[in-house]
């Protein structure tokens, strides 16, 4: 078994005998376990459809102890056989598991139904890149797996990718793809940014007007917020509750968990086009705003009123009916105050709670809808700027945990408050950023991150030592889409450098400076078969493609940035 082409790096491999192949053929059965019967449907619908084998229901089930020579009872005419260990979980966890592959079998061995998932995703890598496809390529009767033995089993249990559907509409299809190559590279929660000023993704049945005026804006700023330029033709798209209902049931069928974000007081200027009462309205004629069709922070926030209290405490009771996970992440973001301090019910409300100025009202919102989330059971997680206005002190609500997007000091602050943290600072994490100098990249914004910086990025920074170290639930990188109009973007930005990202989630590297980007390199060079199969168009290594540059006619850009020179 050659360990050097997977992507995530797992944790120990095993080479049994050099050069041995385990043969799949039609003939091959799968067997699956109590508890492993979605992991046997994703075999059977993804390397199933790219084989062409099919992998029918197998009879007995693996007695062989792991490891062993192969002898193991009623599976001696071979098969892949999909089976839950207590042993794997006491030494790798539910997300862990065993593989192995001798002359005639394949075992996966999870610690949970999680790690059996995670050990298909290794499997289907071992069967080389045309299983990734979506069905034959041509006559083959056997597919062939390496012997050896692996053992696997994740860093971190918080494995993430943010989608900003907001800013531009990423359709269900496009969505639904996007958590197949989560599950490829083993990711484990979809965070869905729903809401912000330039779009309302989300169908909620109280409040009709959400989706009916909040989904949809009449034009898009073209490129950077500076720029002269306008797409002018309207843009949006929301999920229905059904679609929503869809997505998370696909999303929990390969063990990944969809965290939705409702973005409050902050980026709300679509939610309050569509309900005005929302808004400032002794500042501002609220009933004139439309959804933003520009990017950058909106002074135009929610108003720290009982109705914007209730509306959201309903529009929550929808949102927890749909995600059943336990974390649901309010933004908290970017929330200036200056329409605060002209309105004289926000001053009212400062005074009437006591509070020492309109600084703290945001605080005192996500602390209300902190505790209302705890009262049902669930969790808060919002942008590091829920550490602010004296929230800290006062107390975050339990359970309470923060996305450290603004570098890594606001997750080493709310851990060493007790709080949990998930680690995606945009300096090394936000991948709408540039991935090389180069004046012909598409997205000329944001730092310069590239394959190799993303590697080098450490969740857990030095400063964070024993217990406050174990509050990094782990890491995630954030696609923001204000210049990513389709999927092509999307992928081009995302990919290869998604394939980086997981790997500093899933495995247990060396810290930067010693971690091995050579070694990954040489394997990205099989994981960009595996992306070709799929259908990802990544930045190639070389650079963008032609039509990947960024747009522009004789060295001028069409997106009003600055010309090439
Ligand atoms: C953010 O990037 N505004 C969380």
Redesign the pocket.
Known sequence: MDPTHLIPAPRSTHQVLPGALCPLDATTPLAAGPGTEPTARWLRATIGAATGLPLAPGAGHDTGAPGTDGAHGADSAGGVFLRTSPEVERKLGPEGYRLVADGHTVRIDGGGPAGVFWGAQTLRQLLGPDAFRRAPIGPRETWTVPCGAIEDAPRFAWRGLMLDVARHFMPKGDLLAYIDLMAAHKLNVLHLHLTDDQGWRLEIRRYPRLTEVGAWRERTKLGHRASPLWDERPHGGYYTQDDIREIVAYAAARYITVVPEIDMPGHSQAAIAAYPELGNTDVIDTASLGVWTTWGINPNVLSPTDTTLRFYENVLDEVLELFPGTFVHLGG??CPREQWRASATARARVRELGLTSVDELQGWLLGHFGRWLAERGRRLIG?DEILEGGALEAGLPQGAAVSS?RGYAGGIAAARAGHDVVMCP?QQVYLDHRQAPGDDEPVPIGYVRTLEDVYRFEPVPPQLTGADAERVLGAQANV?TEVMEDRRRVDYQTFPRLAAFAETAWSSLPPPPERDFESFQERMTAHYARLDALGVEYRPPGGPRPWQRRPGVSGRPIDGSPPIV
């Open positions: 973001d970017e942008w997007w945009e923001w």
